[in-house]
């Protein structure tokens, strides 16, 4: 007597137990990492900080002083974020993670 076939999980099978959205959360929290130049202190890094987060799309920024980088979380364009360091007095480009 042949034993029954096991599952297949084929491309139309779906999983009710799946979240419907998986992967797209990950795309949310896209990471851009940019270089920061001109920050003399603390008071720089939260000037350049509060410009990144207040660009639209950005959900969080990380500044580090002794690096001149700064990590932005969000789907915020590049070319805004860098706009808005430079609006700050700052030198802004982007830098691979
Ligand atoms: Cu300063």
Redesign the pocket.
Known sequence: MLAPPPPVWGADWVNPGAPPAAGIEEEEDRMTTLKVDG???????M?VKKALESVEGVSGAEVDLATGSAEVQGQADIQALLAAVREEGYEAAPRAA
């Open positions: 920050m003399t202190c603390q008071h720089c890094v000037a």
